[in-house]
């Protein structure tokens, strides 16, 4: 293959990578989706292919199988390739009879359920006094730490939360018309204790318009630039070391706050308002209500080992 070949066929894949990309709107499931894309094209490269065909595709997800990947990452990436598909068909860039072949590509079955991980009450407290009240991101990872379990958002709205968005209703503080996933629009009530942390933060920073939470230099000061959702995703590592609950992620917290929130009483339906779920049983699956490990059944069971 020539070298002019070369380039056309990869200017030809990252235009179509490109209109799988813009057409997801949740920046999580487009970074998740450009990884899947390139680590595919990297595995197309390595030995001959009959093209982009339903025996490639299919080749494709026996060789993720043999990696020993887990069910969920294979669906990940099978739904990007499918997604691929679909875009290449619209375009007029791939045959539809053969973009419907890809898409009957069976995927792999997720069998059981995954519990989670979440943090007890005690646990939470601890996390919300990890950080160095004394300093200003002291004063800024705790007001955020605050946020993610106390109101449970996303590490993405976190990132994106503004000040016209913490408003007044029915007497009470809330987040206001907070775009999620899928641009579902949601309202979301405020603990005291969260609007406490965060207005410590805003006071200290001297901050009161635009983007909530900002970057902190080395000069415990103020950066320029708003705070992405890897920054959210990384501070909490330190953190969590520190509580004694090493491996937390953004996402167990939000779990927490479901968790939480159930424990002292909430309903259900109340808490799938509260997190932004589409569906009941998303909610349900957060609070892993369908097995109880706290009463345990088998905790019945009257035997000794000594």
Known sequence: MSDLMVVEKI???????????????????????NMALDEFLHWFQQAPRPGFTKATVSAWRVSLEARGLGSSSIIIRMSAIRKLATEAADNGLLAPAMADGIRRVKGVKSIGL???????????????????????????????????????????????????????????????????????????????????????????????????????????????????????WQLIKPYAETAGVPGIAPHDLRRTCAKLCRAAGGELEQIQLLLGHASVQTTERYLGTRQDLVHAPNDAIKLRAS
């Open 114 to 232: 995954r519990t989670g991980n979440w943090l007890s009450l005690r646990q939470a407290q601890a996390l919300l006094r990890a950080p160095d009240a004394a300093t200003l991101k002291g004063l800024r990872d705790r007001a955020i730490l605050a946020i993610l379990v106390g109101c449970g958002l996303r590490r993405s709205e976190v990132a994106s939360l503004k000040f016209a968005h913490i408003q007044l209703r029915d007497g009470r503080w809330c987040i206001v018309d907070l775009s999620g996933k899928h641009r579902r629009i949601r309202t979301v009530p405020m603990p005291t204790w969260v609007k406490v942390a965060i207005d410590a933060w805003t006071s200290a920073a001297r901050i009161d318009d635009g983007y909530v939470f900002w970057s902190v230099n080395r000069a415990d000061r103020v950066g320029g630039t708003i705070l992405s959702e890897k920054v959210v």
């Open 11 to 33: 200017a030809q894949w990252q235009r179509l990578k490109t209109l799988v990309l813009d057409s997801v709107s949740s920046p999580i499931t487009r970074r998740v989706y």
